[in-house]
Nanobody, 124 residues
Framework: VQLQASGGGSVQAGGSLRLSCEVS????????MGWFRQGPGIEREFVAT????????DYAGSVKGRSTIFRDNVKNTVYLQMNSLKPEDTAVYYC??????????????????WGQGTLVTVSS
């Protein structure tokens, strides 16, 4: 199983980025997907999650209204569109897969598979 995150980069505050997470080695429709991030000097935190079908999404308060998570199960890819980026969004962003019937969509420990992370840097 491999989760390949990409799309990170350096942007100015107010800019946008679209992160992608390409998944191989598993049937994506059996998994809820999440994005987490770890900023400098802080623990990794939940950012967004999407259900196996794409019918349900949820966001951390810090990104709600500025970010959209969506998925394409045919392309085996999950996306995180981030707009109006702020310096505090600077972090390594990780995608993760959770078996769809397992509860705990906000909890890292419930996610079985993780990508390697992609760095987002937002300058003021």
């Amino acid at each position: 199983v491999q989760l390949q995150a990409s799309g990170g980069g350096s942007v100015q505050a107010g800019g946008s980025l679209r992160l992608s997470c390409e998944v191989s080695g598993l049937t994506l429709s059996n998994y809820d997907m999440g994005w987490f991030r770890q900023g400098p000097g802080i623990e990794r935190e939940f950012v967004a999650t999407i259900s196996w079908s794409g019918g349900s999404t949820d966001y951390a308060g810090s990104v709600k209204g500025r970010s959209t998570i969506f998925r394409d199960n045919v392309k085996n890819t999950v996306y995180l569109q981030m707009n109006s980026l702020k310096p505090e969004d600077t972090a390594v962003y990780y995608c993760a897969a959770k078996v769809r019937y397992i509860r705990g969509k906000y909890e890292e420990s419930k996610y079985t598979y993780w990508g390697q992370g992609t760095l987002v840097t937002v300058s003021s």
